[in-house]
């Protein structure tokens, strides 16, 4: 398990240089546990700000959902706005996605910076309906443009026919801010940067266990060595391995999984005339982009399984031949699955549970600016105070239910895609 995951990410890695192992005791201001985007923008943030900092990763950087994800970056939350909204109020809500806008700019300001021509691929992102649903997408897209001053654009059914060719799509609309990236280099590339403001960054060092002293927080790891800490964070999501099992017990380990294709740009930019992201607005829906070297990078399908399911490959190609069949025999190159943590509330949990324990994970669904967004605010929660992460107070820490939450999530999903079927079934119109 210590290696990555065989896929298009791994196989299109731009830097295969490992970080050292953590072999001595050592004591810094602070230890950031997990090395995935949290964990990495943490400890940047705190280094830039003058802390002595060490990252522990158990496997290596990027190794989980943050290498392995379908590379969206946009503004929002798991939970969507609407919820938020109905549960907190507009001002609260309004805070939230202010935010959340700072993480997508943290991720488009270190791509820019990074000039690495192996991290960005495309720009926006076109979320479209499987169903004849215009009024709906018309008011959605007018409040989050009136109210949050979101850059989103209405499309019509032509417009997204232009872009898309299948007549499984009708209405939708374009986030011009969002893009995409290749994850995996990114996490890679971010992890470089942090060693270079002065964190220390260490693979293959798992821990074990956490504990206070009466002076300061003891971190063990799996090679007997120990890190003692002023502060610590966790930033480990599906992957916690029973060090904090009040935080595990909250994260529900969901599998997604992802394909890529032979390369064949001709076919594929024929078919998707669109190059950003492109999501469908179902409960259970999917989500793709072309890679930029003519490969279609295809994700869907959730289960709160932990290994693979069988003929994975086969169930996304049926998948994809459902909206576009003119893609006939198109090869499958590689497929993989990884795991999002979730929470039952669809939000993540980012904040502190006693003195200088922190947690920044739960990001499932929409990490890639929240993992960024929360780097932030708890770099400067420890580094100047600043007590901007209280606004995710309301989401605690929730049990999750174990085995019994699993199997509810799975039935959930399975419950989502019925009702998938039915709307279509109810309101298409060819």
């Not at 971190?219 to 120990?226: F, L, Y």
């Not at 005339?273 to 409960?283: E, N, S, V």
Request: proline share 3%.
């Amino acid at each position: 398990m210590s290696d990555y995951i065989s896929g298009y990410y791994q196989q299109s890695l731009t830097d295969r240089r490992d970080c050292k192992v953590l072999e001595t005791h050592c004591a810094v201001d602070v230890c950031v546990v997990g090395g995935g985007l949290a964990g990495l923008t943490t400890a940047r943030e705190l280094a830039i700000g003058g802390k002595k900092v060490v990252l522990l990763e158990q496997y290596k950087i990027g190794w989980g959902a943050s290498g392995r994800n379908g590379g969206f970056v946009s503004s929002g939350f798991a939970l969507g706005m609407p919820a938020l909204e109905k549960r907190l109020g507009f001002r609260h809500a309004k805070a939230l996605y202010d935010l959340s806008v700072t993480g997508l700019e943290y991720v488009a300001d270190r791509v820019r910076d990074f000039s690495d021509d192996g991290l960005k691929t495309g720009d926006g992102w076109l979320s479209v309906s499987r169903h004849d649903d215009e009024n709906n997408i018309r008011r959605s897209t007018s409040h989050m443009v009136d109210a949050y001053g979101a850059p989103l654009r209405y499309c019509d059914i032509a417009t997204v026919r232009r872009e898309l060719k299948s007549k499984r799509y009708f209405q939708g609309c374009i986030d011009s801010s969002a893009f995409h990236i290749h994850p995996l280099n990114y996490a890679r590339r971010l992890a470089e940067d942090a060693q270079q403001h002065g964190a220390i960054v260490y693979e293959q060092s798992g821990v074990i266990n956490l504990f206070y002293d009466g002076l300061e927080w003891v971190v063990e790891t799996r090679s007997g060595n120990v890190v003692r800490a002023r502060d610590v964070v966790m930033c480990g999501s599906a992957y916690l391995q029973k060090v904090l099992p009040k935080i595990e017990r909250a994260i529900l380990p969901v599998a997604t999984y992802v394909i890529t294709t032979i390369p064949e740009p001709d076919m594929l930019d024929n078919i998707i005339g669109y190059d950003g992201c492109i999501a469908d607005t179902r409960r259970a829906g999917d989500y793709y982009r072309k890679t930029g070297n003519g490969r279609l990078l295809w994700g869907g399908r959730i289960s709160t399984r932990r290994s693979e399911p069988r003929k994975l490959a086969g169930l996304l190609k049926k998948d994809i031949l459902s909206i576009y069949p003119e893609f006939g025999d198109l090869k499958i190159e590689s497929a993989w699955s990884g795991l999002m943590g979730y929470c039952v509330h669809k939000m993540p949990l980012i904040g502190n549970l006693k003195p200088g324990l922190w947690v920044a994970t739960g990001f499932g669904g929409h990490g890639l600016n929240t993992t960024a967004m929360a780097g932030k605010l708890i770099a400067s929660a420890i580094g100047s105070g600043d007590d901007q992460y209280k606004l995710f107070d309301p989401f605690k820490a929730m049990w999750g239910g174990g085995v019994l939450g699993r199997s509810a999530t799975q039935i959930a999903y399975w419950h989502m895609q019925l009702k998938d079927k039915w709307d279509e079934r109810r309101k298409s119109k060819a």
